[in-house]
């Protein structure tokens, strides 16, 4: 009889680690190897196992994965290496953070690991080479992120011409387990400078910052913030069209997610080098709340862009873990890897990160036997919604401008004309109007959020920004700082309108009889270009600000090879 091909897990014992021994012994019929460097726990954790699945076999080893020896793991006689041992962050600061995959492919063993760590991930390609020429295939990220997160994409995205924006965000139950791997992970980025792909340019933006509200039907809305992971750097490679590429965490309550925030702020003025040091503490502290919240948690990629045909497209798959059972997800891209290994088709040569490997299908057949669902959603963009049936009458640069799904920028030229009643000066200068001027440059950026649009208006070197959210059929409320407005959008085959019809300061609704009066309109010139014509007037002190002229959209940027500067 042949025996049973035998998979190495290194830190099985681990919370993911013993995740991943469970999938691997609930559906292969490989013997599984617990590696660690406590051979007691190791022991306890195959013991563990084999009893909730009698006929497997669960051994254990002692191993140290930064002292890895090619020679010992050949003496294993394995069919392959998973690495579920975190924390890759703090590997990737001393000694040989490769030692264990460069041992497995000197052993001529296929590997792969569950590695979120950004600069892990990116140095791993210095292995490619070696990889090759041993012919074995050595993969790091098979977890969230980048594998399942990027098989994800992939899906959401077949056949697109162009993909503007992304949006990533993991948010667990606060009854999820936290191992000091996790929390090592998420200290080491805490309040520290994070280079993120924004407005199609490299920014740094302090980790767990950038806080939003994410939805996931089933969980409803949760906070998340700026999470360092790989894909902070893979997705902008991987879509050369994209001018936004996000990455956000969250913890369900919400007074943990904004207490972390706080502790980060010494961190962000430089007062602590980082919150690493804290990792036990905090861990303590987590424990203390873990009766409440719940068990279920979620993941939500977005993305947008233009499909096949040229048409604005916008697409969302979401993930709900219920039951306790969204620890398994991380471990679910490195199941369906192993059984590649072990069922084919034979996994290509060289070393780096798993992404274009596995099929979405592949890691979602994992999910069947957890309390794990998932759904894609194709979404019309703000104003097609609005206008329901309406929106196709309107003249195709209108459509244009407002029917783009991800992030759109256009220029054009402008007449900008301002009121002189000093109430009305007032006014605009709150807002951020733009000065008086004659054939003034105009840029506007209309970027998808997670209520609306973000509508970032340009005038010269006078910069205003806006939020457009659905209030209605046929209508939609603009925000400009606390002040909101409720518009009315008249749409027809000459284009549409935004006329004023009430008015808030944040929650409080202000007198009719003070709003301002505006009734916007835009159209097409007879050059065929987008027309915009904006009066505001305010009761008793006349103009604020008359801005008309036109806009064309930008050209998409061309593919970028190059690497983003730290």
């Known amino acids: 009889?042949?025996?049973?091909?035998?998979?190495?897990?290194?830190?099985?014992?681990?919370?993911?680690?013993?995740?991943?021994?469970?999938?691997?012994?609930?559906?292969?019929?490989?013997?599984?190897?617990?590696?660690?460097?406590?051979?007691?726990?190791?022991?306890?954790?195959?013991?563990?196992?084999?009893?909730?699945?009698?006929?497997?076999?669960i051994e254990a080893v002692r191993l140290d994965a930064e002292r890895a020896d090619a020679e010992a793991l050949r003496a294993l006689g394995l069919a392959g290496i998973v690495d579920a041992a975190g924390p890759y962050q703090a590997r990737a600061r001393g000694g040989?953070?490769?030692?264990?995959?460069?041992?497995?492919?000197?052993?001529?063993?296929?590997?792969?690991?569950?590695?979120d760590a950004r600069d892990f991930v990116a140095g791993f390609a210095a292995l490619d080479a070696a990889a090759r020429a041993a012919g074995v295939s050595a993969l790091t990220g098979a977890s969230t992120t980048p594998a399942l997160s990027n098989a994800v994409l992939d899906r959401l995205t077949a056949g697109w011409r162009r993909v503007?924006?992304?949006?990533?965000?993991?948010?667990?139950?606060?009854?999820?387990?936290?191992?000091?791997?996790?929390?090592?992970?998420?200290?080491?980025?805490?309040g520290r400078p994070v280079r993120v792909w924004r407005d199609g340019a490299w920014a740094t933006r302090p980790g767990w910052g950038l806080p939003g509200r994410v939805i996931i039907p089933g969980l409803g809305r949760r906070l998340a913030s700026l999470c360092e992971t790989p894909d902070l750097d893979i997705l902008p490679a991987r879509f050369p069209t994209v001018r936004t590429a996000l990455f956000r965490a969250g913890l369900e309550l919400e007074a943990l997610h904004l207490g972390l925030w706080l502790a980060s702020l010494p961190v962000r003025l430089r007062l602590l080098p980082s919150l690493l040091p804290l990792a036990r503490p905090f861990l303590r502290m987590a424990g203390l709340v873990d009766r409440f919240g719940s068990d279920r948690g979620g993941?939500?990629?977005?993305?947008?862009?233009?499909?096949?045909?040229?048409?604005p497209a916008a697409a969302t798959w979401t993930l709900l873990a219920e039951g306790g059972d969204g620890p398994f997800v991380p471990t679910l891209p490195a199941l369906a890897l192993v059984r590649r290994w072990l069922d084919g088709p034979p996994l290509p040569p060289g070393a780096g990160p798993c992404v274009g490997l596995l099929d979405l299908a592949a890691i979602e057949a994992e999910m069947a036997r957890h309390r794990i669902r998932t759904a894609v959603t194709r979404e019309p963009s703000l104003f097609a919604r609005v206008l329901g049936p309406a929106f196709a009458d309107l003249p195709e640069p209108v459509r244009a401008v407002h029917g783009a799904a991800g992030a759109l920028t256009l220029r054009g030229r402008a007449t900008v004309t301002r009121g002189t009643n000093p109430l009305a000066r007032l006014a605009a200068g709150l807002v951020g109007f733009p000065a008086a001027g004659e054939d003034v440059p105009v840029a506007v950026t209309i970027a998808p959020d997670r209520?609306?649009?973000?509508?970032?208006?340009r005038f010269g070197d006078r910069r205003f920004r806006s939020r457009l959210r659905?209030?209605?059929?046929?209508?939609?409320?603009?925000?400009?700082?606390?002040?909101?407005?409720?518009l009315a959008v008249p749409a027809g085959r000459d284009g549409l309108g935004l006329v004023v019809e009430g008015w808030r300061l944040g929650p409080l609704p202000l007198p009719r009889a003070l709003a301002p009066a505006s009734a916007a309109r835009e159209s097409v010139d007879p050059a065929g270009r987008f027309r915009f014509d904006v009066p505001v007037h305010l009761p008793l002190a006349g103009l604020v600000v008359h801005y008309r002229g036109w806009l064309v959209p930008e050209a998409a940027p061309a593919a970028r090879l190059e690497e983003p500067v730290p």
């Open 164 to 190: 503007d924006a992304i949006e990533i965000a993991m948010v667990p139950g606060n009854r999820a387990p936290r191992g000091l791997s996790v929390m090592r992970s998420i200290l080491s980025y805490a």
């Open 451 to 457: 209520d609306g649009e973000v509508w970032t208006r």
């Open 299 to 311: 993941m939500v990629v977005r993305a947008c862009g233009a499909d096949g045909a040229g048409r």
């Open 470 to 486: 659905a209030a209605g059929p046929a209508r939609v409320y603009e925000r400009f700082g606390l002040l909101e407005f409720r």
């Open 1 to 57: 009889m042949t025996p049973a091909p035998r998979i190495l897990v290194v830190g099985g014992a681990g919370a993911f680690g013993r995740r991943l021994v469970e999938g691997l012994a609930a559906t292969t019929a490989c013997t599984v190897v617990i590696a660690g460097r406590d051979l007691a726990r190791a022991r306890e954790a195959a013991e563990t196992v084999a009893r909730t699945h009698p006929g497997r076999r």
């Open 96 to 115: 040989d953070p490769y030692a264990l995959p460069r041992a497995a492919i000197a052993a001529g063993l296929p590997y792969a690991d569950l590695a």
